[in-house]
């Protein structure tokens, strides 16, 4: 009898210890805010793998993922990289695992072309462990990889991070010199999504917060790593995520938005020539620094690199894929961007073109 009465007496004591940790757990949940929320998340199991890779602070790094038939439009843009920058740079990949092979071969046969002119890593995919696939799925695939950089390159400082859709025509240091322009608490660069309400996707459309009047694009942009860590902003992502993952349409961009609408002195803000898309010229030229000093980085967002409905990126694409790095720049390249250019000029991008010439003109010294 004394037996049975120890063992219920243990199972009531340990009723009572679950009842009481729901009821705590279920009053925090109910009491916090995002904030908070956020605080409170258990991020055990949605860990992601960390790379060795160490840069000095004054190493320029640029930064990519790829996956699917993203592989020629990646070594597209690293090659306009190459082309006009007159400083050592290191090439960040992030490829999933069937794209490996191919990223190093190129990329070697190119560094012992160049005499070891550039250094580059090939990594894999990293996800956390939660739900992998549907972080890889989110919008463009495998486009989220970039929120999780800040500790998978746990020992590198800074990153320029560039969709696979852009191409540099400009050095790749007029892009990287912004990061002497934050201040003591901005932790990233980015531009905005649209220079005109009338036409703005987030004012108009979006169910979510997002930065500033317009919201912001982030196929370009500076991420100082040690500050973003410092932030805790693997913290923030896997929360929100789960907060508004029905109400983003954007995947990663969005997610990057809802965390600069609730922490906008963490952003700098350069300007639309710095990631110019079909957007700035489609309807009418709205970005007006562009047209003052060219563009430094056109953007082939949603497909208008390979598409016929804006000539004028096509052809800056077809150029960049037609040259051979090692080959004249002016000859091969110049001349012949200039020519598919004229082609193209019966449309509202193509009215302004010469903002596509500037910055190589400049870059070739023929002003």
């Not at 890889?136 to 320029?160: E, G, M, T, Y």
């Not at 390249?333 to 250019?341: D, G, I, N, V």
Request: hydrophobic share 40%; net charge negative.
């Amino acid at each position: 009898m004394r037996l049975y009465t120890t063992l219920q007496l243990g199972v009531l004591l340990s009723i009572i210890l679950l009842i009481f940790y729901l009821y705590t757990v279920r009053t925090i949940n109910n009491s916090v805010g995002l904030e908070e929320y956020i605080e409170e998340q258990d991020l055990i199991s949605n860990e992601v793998v960390t790379e060795n890779i160490y840069f000095t602070r004054n190493d320029i790094v640029v930064a990519v993922v790829a996956c699917g038939d993203r592989l020629h439009e990646t070594l597209n843009m690293l090659k306009s990289a190459l082309m006009f920058s007159q400083t050592k740079l290191n090439f960040i990949v992030v490829a999933e695992d069937r794209l490996i092979d191919s990223f190093n071969e190129k990329l070697g046969e190119w560094k012992t072309f160049m005499n070891g002119g550039f250094t580059y890593h090939v990594l894999p995919l990293t996800f956390p462990t939660d739900n992998p696939l549907e972080w890889k799925n989110l919008f463009k695939p495998c486009a989220a990889q970039r929120l999780f950089l800040p500790n998978i390159l746990k020992d590198v400082d800074s990153i320029l991070y560039m969709d696979s859709d852009t191409l540099f025509l400009t050095p790749v240091e007029t892009v990287w010199e912004h990061f002497h322009k934050f201040n003591a608490t901005q932790m990233a660069a980015l531009v905005p999504e649209h220079e005109d309400p009338n036409v703005g996707w987030y004012n108009r459309f979006a169910k979510h917060p997002y930065y500033g009047k317009l919201g912001v694009n982030s196929g370009v942009m500076l991420m100082n790593l040690t500050r973003m860590r410092a932030f805790q902003w693997k913290e923030y992502v896997v929360p929100i995520y789960k907060k508004y993952k029905l109400k983003i349409t954007w995947g990663d961009q969005d997610i990057i938005n809802i965390i600069f609408h609730y922490h906008p002195d963490k952003l700098y803000i350069y300007s639309c020539r710095f990631n110019y898309r079909p957007d700035h010229c489609m309807y009418t030229s709205v970005c007006k620094q562009a047209e003052k000093e060219g563009v430094a980085v056109i953007h082939g967002s949603r497909g208008f690199f390979h598409s016929e409905k804006q000539p004028v990126f096509q052809a800056v694409y077809r150029s960049f894929e037609e040259f051979h790095l090692g080959g004249d720049v002016y000859k091969d390249f110049y001349q012949q961007l200039e020519s598919y250019l004229e082609s193209a000029q019966n449309n509202n991008c193509g009215h302004v073109k010469d903002i596509f010439l500037k910055n190589i003109r400049k870059y070739l010294d023929l002003d």
